[in-house]
């Protein structure tokens, strides 16, 4: 079994992007810039952002973190993406989810001007992204394909099963994975909470990516032999540590890691690889701005 070491590759691609923006400023450009902004007060959310920023100053952007409080009404965050998208020092911006429930994520996501939507998750770009054509692709999809390909792993008419289909995870990487193209061309089965006897199709995966937010789901006894595992799960379990919980992905690691050829750990392994990717958007809409 070998650990897909999320945490080291994006190391490695976050000291790439560095050399990348010191060649930029060398010939007289802009620091890449980040802003996100982040509404109301949600543990996960600032840990999310904090590690955002701290992945920024590492690579040599600037960045900045828009605090809204959560009674912060919808017209008020779109009067702040409006901002943002004239502001010409901003490269790119995220709007941190889950918004509170008072606002419609779909009305900001749309709001965002697609040049600047770092994310990846406005329409045009999940269009664009769908189709194949150039695109900011999500994050979280761009980190698992990015760690597919640089582990080396043939995709190529592999039976990849995504459990999940979410927006931002689950429908994106099985599209990215069933195109045409490297880290592709698997024939993908989406499985979610309808589906019917849903360890019946992870048995049969040659990949398994799982992004269902339920701890420890896929269990040994539900894959195969030399099975690739991908664990998008995150999932908070309290504990009397000091911090207070600690981090559970949707596979149960002990059980599966001794069956599978390549497996993720939770902590570092999409989690990071989801970070960097950001990073490598936002380099990507610095310097098309700058071109
Ligand atoms: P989500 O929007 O809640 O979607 C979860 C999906 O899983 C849904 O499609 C749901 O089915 C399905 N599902 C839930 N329980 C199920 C069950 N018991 N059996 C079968 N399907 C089930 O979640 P998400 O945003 O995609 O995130 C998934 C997980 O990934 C979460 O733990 C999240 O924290 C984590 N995550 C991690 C990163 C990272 O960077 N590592 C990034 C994003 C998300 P229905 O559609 O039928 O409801």
């Not at 605090?67 to 790119?92: I, Q």
């Not at 697609?114 to 695109?135: A, I, Q, T």
């Not at 024939?187 to 006897?197: E, W, Y």
């Not at 690739?228 to 890691?257: C, M, N, P, Q, W």
């Amino acid at each position: 079994m070998i650990l897909l070491d999320g945490k080291a590759t994006s190391a490695r691609i976050k000291a790439q992007i560095a050399v990348q923006v010191e060649a930029m400023v060398q010939v007289g450009g802009k620091r890449p810039h980040l802003t996100a902004i982040l509404v109301g007060e949600d543990g996960a959310s600032k840990t999310y952002v904090a590690n955002k920023e701290k992945a920024c100053a590492a690579a040599g952007f600037t960045s900045e973190v828009v605090r809204m409080p959560a009674s912060t009404s919808e017209e008020a965050l779109l009067a702040e993406v409006a901002r943002l998208n004239a502001d010409p020092d901003v490269d790119g911006f995220i709007v941190q989810l889950p918004l509170p429930k008072h606002i419609n994520e779909n009305r900001v996501i749309e709001a965002i001007d697609p040049r600047k939507d770092v994310d990846g998750f406005h329409p045009e770009n999940v269009g664009r992204m769908m189709l194949g054509l150039p695109s900011f692709i999500s994050a979280t999809p761009f980190g698992i394909v990015t760690l597919l390909e640089e582990y080396g792993i043939e995709t190529s008419g592999k039976h990849c099963v995504v459990l999940g289909r979410s927006n931002i995870v689950g429908r994106p990487i099985a599209n990215l994975l069933s195109q045409k193209a490297k880290a592709g061309d698997c024939t993908v089965t989406i499985c979610h909470s309808r589906t019917k006897d849903i360890a019946k199709y992870t048995r049969e995966a040659d990949i398994i990516i799982a992004a269902l937010g339920v701890p420890e789901f896929l269990k040994g006894d539900m894959v195969k032999e030399g099975v690739v595992v991908v664990d998008v799960g995150i999932t908070r379990i309290a504990d009397s540590s000091e911090k207070g919980y600690h981090l559970v992905g949707d596979v149960a690691f002990d059980e599966v890691a001794p069956k599978a050829s390549y497996i993720t750990p939770v902590p570092g392994g999409v989690g990071p690889m989801t970070i960097v990717s950001l990073l490598k958007n936002t380099l990507k809409a610095a310097t098309s701005r700058q071109s």
